[in-house]
């Protein structure tokens, strides 16, 4: 990887370049690293694990809801601030976290301490796309995004790998006090490394206090409603009385922002096709590749009677083929643009899927990893090139709203694509209990029948949703905004 040390513009490109890291490491990370130590949280607190997976749910409810509206705020008074501040919020709030929940002996405090964990983590995660757009030469932002794709999948790799290690050998606790060593580091980096001025000039306009509304409580009961929906009920009070909240609140939004010179979120950009088609092509890209991580580990612990820890070992295949593709692409991208990459990495990633539909009992293990890394290859030209398509459409003023809305596209779309394939998969074995005669089967027999019916048909419907995303990345175009037009070439030097 080679990349600029210093342009003329006298950004340190390094520095800037690991601070973006940090922060898509840290959000990847601590999306995995928690749920490990649930169990362990539930037996502390005396809590059933119904109540205690709150400890999940409340951060990423907070995180998805707000991240809008800090990428909005950056656009207004600069980026440099947005980011200290998260991490500094999102630092404070893990050592809450770790720290005062077994001292006041208070499970709300842990929830709480959460919240302010969420409110930094939506800041920091907000713009990390935004930096790159905004702050790097065309020819470099490629590369940034490769590399910024390598930290993300290794930090959701070896969260539940390091979540598990902290919680045996040290305690709990610890998941959180990881954090802040890292939180400082990232917060001297960026305050050293990301230009203080702000990358649009100041706006004279009022900012849009009723659309950052709409959209936290839109996006928050959705939220609500996708991860609690299989727990509770889809035709529970509670969850349609969200579903319905959500859906006014964001058609009111639509309305609202289509009306106002400087909206919270510019709806009038996906008029635009290749702007609609990339980021559809993002947002199921993100619901199939969470799904297929919630199914999987049912998948080779109950159908090949695996143990989770090499369970565990074999998804590692998935996020290490990201891994070096997300290099890969990024090197690749100013040779032969974005949407060539897409199409090369949709393909792939529908030929990895097809593979899944031939899992079965007796399938061997070596053939479930290839399947595995073929999928994460693919993911990986899709996920960088992608990214940098959509931001190249719009124009630096919007580079703060934009990025924050890749993040609502990725962090929704997984939480919904958990729930589709749950419901998917809990449907197909009913259906097989209903129409079965179960007279004539044995109860075991009845089971397997079940069980292999329910992964066949999740992985059918997840191969043809992918071949709507390889449509999306063949109709989508390359589209670069003046704004993002270099007039200056970098040079390069190691990394």
Known sequence: MQINSKGASGINYTLLLISISLATFMSALDGTIVNIALPTISEIFNL???????VATIYLLVLTGCVLIFGKLADRIGFKI???????????????????????????VLLGSRILQGIGGAMIVSIAPALVATFFPMKMKGKALGLITMFAAFGAAVGPVMGGMLTQYLSWNWIFYINVPVGIIAILLGMYSIPATPPAGQKTTAFDRLGAILVFIGVGFLIYAASQGASIGWTSPHILFSIAISAIALLFLLYHELRITDP????????????????????????????????LPFFLEIVRGLDPSTSGIILTALSGAVMVSGILSGLLINRFGNRILCVI??????????????????????????SLAIVGFGLGFLVSPGTNMVMGMA?????????????????????????????????????????????TSSPKDLVIDAVATGFDLVFLVIFLISLAILALAILSRDEIHPDNVDSDEPVLIGL
Not at 48 to 54: A, E, I, L, N, R
Request: charged residues 10%; hydrophobic residues 55%; aromatic residues 20%.
């Open 345 to 370: 990495g949709a393909l792939v990633v529908s030929i990895g899927y097809v593979m899944f539909i031939f899992f079965s009992t007796e399938v061997s293990i070596l053939y479930v990893a290839i």
């Open 395 to 439: 124009s630096r003023d919007k580079h703060g709203m934009v990025s924050s809305l890749l993040n609502v596209e990725r962090f929704g779309p997984m939480t919904l694509g958990i729930s589709f394939v749950s419901m998917l998969f809990i449907q197909a074995i009913l259906s097989v209990g209903k129409y079965r005669h179960v007279t």
């Open 82 to 108: 947005i980011f200290i501040s998260g991490f500094f919020i999102f630092t404070l709030g893990s050592f809450f976290c770790g720290f005062f929940p077994e001292l006041f002996n208070s499970y709300g």
């Open 48 to 54: 059933p694990m119904t109540s205690v997976s709150w």
């Open 264 to 295: 919270l979120v510019d709806f009038r950009l996906f008029t635009k096709r290749n702007f609609l088609f990339a980021n559809l092509m993002l947002a199921l890209t993100y619901f199939l590749f969470a799904g297929v991580n919630y199914i």
